[in-house]
């Protein structure tokens, strides 16, 4: 292994430690619906996650 190919092999490894954390929180939408309940007689709020 030479020097080029291990400071890029760190720099990806680097890169995957702190992109990891991170991605899925990004990927992931919230969306807000409002239904009403017919049980309760009001509108309630549905939050999902949507990735």
């Known amino acids: 292994?030479?020097?080029?190919?291990?400071?890029?092999?760190?720099a990806g490894a680097v890169a995957g430690r702190?992109?990891?954390?991170v991605?899925?929180?990004?990927?992931?939408r919230r969306v807000l619906?409002?239904?009403y309940g017919k049980s309760i007689g009001a509108m309630r709020a549905i939050d999902k996650v949507v990735p």
């Open 23 to 28: 991605l899925p929180k990004l990927a992931q």
């Open 33 to 35: 619906t409002l239904v």
């Open 18 to 21: 702190t992109l990891a954390p």
């Open 1 to 10: 292994m030479d020097r080029r190919s291990f400071l890029i092999l760190s």
